[in-house]
């Protein structure tokens, strides 16, 4: 079983910027797919983005798109969201995951059921 540990959220003006980041302990990180969630109030938790296991393939939701990065540090068993040019609506709770496979592509990684693992959250509240 894995441990994720998410932190790195906070209060931002728009057109700010935030890095999040996702510590990963108990299960090799270095073979899974690691996603990031968020689920704003009221509202049903989506996809932001997927990172596969090797780095090689990345995968985001459409409104992040050019903005959101996502990356990963198998070394320090890390997975990060840099989050820039952010707008109110980025506000939510973020959550990391990993996936349920091991050494899985993005292609289709992008529902919360193909994530076995899942980080507290950490709330992310962009001001207008």
């Known amino acids: 079983q894995v441990q994720l540990v998410v932190s790195g959220g906070g209060l931002v003006q728009a057109g700010g910027s935030l890095r999040l980041s996702c510590a990963a302990s108990?299960?090799?990180?270095?073979?899974?797919?690691m996603g990031w969630f968020r689920q704003a109030p009221a509202k049903e938790r989506e996809f932001v983005a997927c990172?596969?296991?090797?780095?090689?393939?990345?995968y985001y939701e459409d409104s992040v798109k050019g903005r959101f990065t996502i990356s990963r540090d198998n070394a320090k068993n890390t997975v990060y969201l840099q989050m820039n040019s952010l707008k109110p609506e980025d506000t939510a709770v973020y959550f990391c995951a990993q996936a349920r496979t091991s050494y899985s592509s993005c292609s289709y990684l992008y529902t919360s059921s193909q994530y076995a693992s899942w980080g507290q959250g950490t709330q992310v509240t962009v001001s207008s």
């Open positions: 990172l596969s296991w090797n780095g090689g393939s990345t």
């Open positions: 108990g299960r090799t990180f270095s073979i899974y797919a």
